[in-house]
């Protein structure tokens, strides 16, 4: 058996706890949290704080070749321009950035992710990972109806041949409401059944919601750059979010991501429609790409389930759920820690649908990470330099 204590110890599980050890077995289950009097045996001592296994739910493992290649502040659709028209480099490079990637994120404590994939790249690292992957097979038409059944077709035999390994798992997804067909939505809600997680990109950028609302905005140009013809796609007069519940099927769990310039309106209405919605938030990428963060205060008035993601290489720096926790504490300081590491693991876990993760409970299996460095208030996050796996 193992022994592991702190300063403080946040378990998910009501407040954080004080002068207590965590027992568990070698394979980390827990088997008891007890008073430090009770234990005899040899205790591991962190001076800060213990958390459960970070979850990524926000990922593109397959773009970690393009770090440090991308100029940062440029705006979305320069951004996906350049991601595009870049995407192609030697074979060995991409192979060798995602297993990096992928120890990594094991490195800075995280258990699970939530990772998009387009192609097949990284099924081989997933195979063999010691984290577990929910794999969201991403699909777009950019939004040429006529093209939704081919766009499936090729992205099926991507889904199929995915890693299932362990606690892999896989599902189809729209890649965002301003590059999918009325006709993919439905496609894809075909290949679904209600146990599955899906995700969504939603509005990073202004011009998402201006291209819904008045056809206007950059995305026209973004079309045009490619040669794409818009002819078939008319402007609903609601925000890019509205497309996306009108299309998507209610019934499953939902992951938005990004959210950047979602309101109480959009998050209501999302809400309203299927009461499994969850909210990933990539501050870092959303610095890196368009210098803004959401406003958090928004979504807790809304009572929203909030989860953290990374996001890719191509758009941060690292891929560590602590630095982005640290960026949501520094920019927005009412945000206590108690709360981010909700954020960070257990409402996650919920909504990639891994029971074992995300909560120090007994019979759980969470992982354990290190904080060291945390003050015993528990109250300064940029205090802590990185975060280590403990089990
Ligand atoms: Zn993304």
Redesign the pocket.
């Known amino acids: 058996m193992l022994y592991f204590s702190a300063e403080l110890i946040f378990t998910n599980i009501g407040k954080p706890l004080t002068k207590k050890v965590i027992v568990t077995d070698n394979d980390g289950t827990i088997l008891d949290i007890t008073d430090k009097s009770n234990v005899t045996a040899d205790v591991m001592e962190i001076k800060g704080a213990i958390v459960p296994g970070f979850v990524n739910a ?3 493992l397959e773009l970690s070749h393009f770090r440090g290649k991308l100029p940062t502040g440029t705006g979305l659709i320069p951004f996906i321009r350049s991601v595009v028209t870049l995407r192609d480099s030697p074979e060995l490079e991409i192979q060798q950035a995602i297993k990096n990637a992928d120890e990594e994120m094991y490195q800075n404590g995280i258990v699970a992710v939530g990772d ?1 994939s387009n192609k097949l790249d990284t099924a081989a690292t997933k195979d063999s990972s010691k984290i577990s992957y929910y794999t969201f097979v991403e699909m777009f038409d950019f939004l040429q109806e006529d093209e939704a059944q081919n766009t499936l077709d090729q992205y099926l035999e991507v889904y199929n041949n995915q890693s299932t390994k362990g606690q892999n798992k896989r599902s189809c997804v729209p890649h965002a409401p301003y590059s999918v067909s009325k006709n993919l939505f439905n496609l894809i809600n075909d290949q679904n059944n209600d146990q599955k997680t899906v995700s969504i ?1 939603n509005q990073e950028t202004p011009h998402e919601n201006q291209f819904f609302i008045n056809k206007k905005g950059d995305l026209i140009d973004f079309y045009d750059g490619f040669g794409m013809d818009l002819s078939q796609f008319q402007a609903t007069g609601m925000p890019s979010i509205d497309y996306a519940l009108t299309h998507m099927d209610s019934d499953l769990k939902t992951l938005f ?2 959210n950047t310039i979602c309101d109480k309106r959009d998050i209501e209405a999302a809400q309203n429609w299927n009461d499994k919605t969850y909210w990933i938030t ?1 501050p870092n ?1 959303n610095l890196f790409i368009e210098n803004q963060l959401p406003n958090y205060q928004t979504f807790i008035d809304s009572n929203a389930k909030m989860g953290v ?1 990374t ?2 290489l191509s ?1 941060n720096w690292q891929l560590s759920i602590l630095e982005e926790i640290k960026t949501i504490q520094r920019f927005q300081s009412f945000l206590d820690t108690e709360t981010l590491i909700r954020w960070s693991s257990y409402n996650s876990a919920e909504a990639l649908g891994y029971d074992q993760l995300g909560s120090i409970e007994i019979g759980k299996q969470p992982g354990l990470v290190a904080l060291e460095g945390l003050n015993n208030r528990g109250d300064k996050l940029c205090d802590v330099l990185s975060a280590s796996r403990l089990i």
């Open positions: 926000h990922c593109h998009i990109h991501i990004h990539c990428a993601g996001d890719s758009s």
